[in-house]
């Protein structure tokens, strides 16, 4: 694990991982940004990131648009979600993207996949492979329960599970496309491919765990849950706040993606990916020839 765990839970609590205050954006404005985005997505079209002073910096305005393109999933194309990703919950991640605050998505059944996993090559919308621990919760959490913690995470949690989170977007170039921009397209959430459900963690070291990827046999990447800001269950409570914050709330049956506990890997088609995670078994993603 990262040394230095009590400062970065400091760090977490100060480096504006709250919700910002924020204007008030016209709905039907942001729902015309959401179907632009849509758009680059159904047809594969690269998304030109503006120039910085045109830029949206606002995250209030980038959950407006998220929350939009997700109503336009659920009620006119059928998605149904199934949880909640957090994205940048990593120090490398968030030095990939030039970035100081993990943001939020959502997880859907059409993008989630079991292991193993047999995507299109996608070449210019897949960015990264990101291995990560992800939660299953058990019961709903009232925000009028109060501020969560990770004890009360943990508690609430009834499975455990080992992922790959394909992160996919059409922004070009997407390292610089900012926090607002990146959350207003879902998180750049691409596919998510799953392991096995486990139940009983209770001799593991969730913040130690071994995780190793390898692509096409050859290590890329190792890490453990640790690198993750506060732990899975820390982040996942930081996701609780949030949502709260914002009148949403976790649900008995919600998945949560907790971050990046590796180096990102870059993938290329006709390569595949296993991430292991010892004793919570492995996922492995392939991604076609081109």
């Not at 990593?90 to 292991?115: M, V």
Request: with cysteine.
């Amino acid at each position: 694990m990262l040394d230095g765990a009590a400062d970065r839970r400091a760090q977490f609590a100060r480096a504006g991982y709250a919700p910002p205050v924020t204007v008030s954006y016209d709905q039907a404005e942001l729902e015309q940004v959401a179907r632009e985005l849509l758009a680059h997505r159904d047809e594969g079209r690269p998304n030109p990131v503006p120039p910085p002073a045109e830029r949206p910096t606002d995250m209030g305005w980038g959950y407006g648009v998220a929350a939009q393109l997700h109503r336009i999933r659920n009620d006119d194309r059928g998605w149904a979600q199934i949880g909640w990703k957090i994205g940048c919950t990593n120090a490398a991640a968030r030095a990939q993207l030039g970035i100081d605050a993990p943001f939020y998505g959502r997880l859907y059944a059409d993008t989630t996949l079991p292991s193993p996993a047999h995507l299109p090559a996608g070449a210019g919308y897949f960015k990264v492979y990101e291995a990560e621990i992800a939660l299953v919760i058990g019961r709903d959490l009232k925000p009028a329960d109060g501020a969560f913690t990770a004890e009360a995470l943990e508690a609430a949690t009834r499975a455990i599970l080992p992922v790959i989170e394909v992160v996919g977007c059409w922004h070009e170039p997407w390292t610089e496309a900012g926090a607002a921009l990146i959350a207003a397209d879902n998180a750049a959430h691409g596919y998510w491919v799953t392991g096995d459900e486990v139940t009983d963690w209770s001799g593991l070291d969730l913040l130690d765990l071994p995780i190793t990827v390898r692509v096409d046999g050859e290590v890329a990447a190792r890490g453990v849950p640790g690198n993750v800001d506060t732990g899975p269950f820390g982040v996942a409570a930081w996701l609780a706040n949030t949502l709260a914050a914002s009148g949403l709330a976790l649900r008995a049956g919600d998945r949560i993606s907790t971050g990046l506990t590796t180096p990102p890997i870059d993938p290329a088609p006709g390569q595949t990916a296993v991430a292991d995670f010892g004793p919570l078994g492995q996922v492995e993603v392939r991604l076609a020839p081109a």
